[in-house]
């Protein structure tokens, strides 16, 4: 069974934000179906290590994935460039990047990112896009490779480019279907 994350990085409580994480979720969901992957609901220690859905692979082994959406409430320049990582959660414990999915799904206005989780892990750790060894910023605005901590919050989160994504092996696009 592979699990993907669908990473809900905006206001949790806001109806706005339920409405985006809906709206997103069933647009994986039917994009997942279209390319004939079955879905399960994940079970609730599975929901609480950040794994959304899990997909049942199309090979002979019948894999199964867990995967984590990262759903945005806003749509600006800047949405398909740069996709949010979470490092520490709003406890300081590890935050959706070291849980357990397979992959992490990223959301862009015409698509999906599907990126292997272990392998995002390793491209932070080999590359020095991110930069660790400066102080953590307070802007989200600022947080472009940079960590970005919200003021009285113990996550820690960064902003990378999506063009990075690409460039990591077994990234996947899942075009949206708008039929």
């Known amino acids: 069974m592979t699990s993907c994350i669908i990473n809900l ?4 409580r806001s109806s706005q934000h339920n409405y985006f994480i809906d709206k997103a979720c069933k647009k994986f969901q039917e994009t997942a179906l279209s390319r004939n992957y079955k879905l399960q609901t994940p079970s609730a220690s599975q929901k609480a290590d950040h794994i959304d859905f899990l997909m049942l692979g199309q090979s002979k ?3 199964t994935v867990a995967v984590s959406l ?4 806003k749509t600006d ?3 398909d460039k740069w996709q949010w990582v979470e490092l520490k959660n709003s406890k300081g414990k590890p935050g959706w990047l070291y ?3 397979d992959f992490v799904v990223f959301e862009r206005k015409k698509d999906f990112l599907l990126v292997n989780r272990k392998n995002l892990v390793n491209w932070l750790n080999l590359t020095s896009k991110v930069r660790y060894d ?12 940079r960590l970005y901590a919200r003021p009285d919050k113990r996550e820690v989160i960064t ?3 999506s063009s990075d994504l690409l460039d990591i092996e077994g990234t996947q696009i899942w ?5």
């Open 61 to 63: 082994n019948k894999t």
């Open 77 to 79: 320049s800047n949405s």
């Open 159 to 161: 902003q990378i480019q």
């Open 99 to 101: 849980q357990e999915a």
């Open 134 to 145: 400066l102080p953590t910023v307070s802007k989200p605005w600022q947080a472009k490779y």
């Open 70 to 73: 990262d759903v945005k409430c």
């Open 175 to 179: 075009d949206k279907d708008f039929s």
């Open 9 to 12: 990085m905006e206001n949790k």
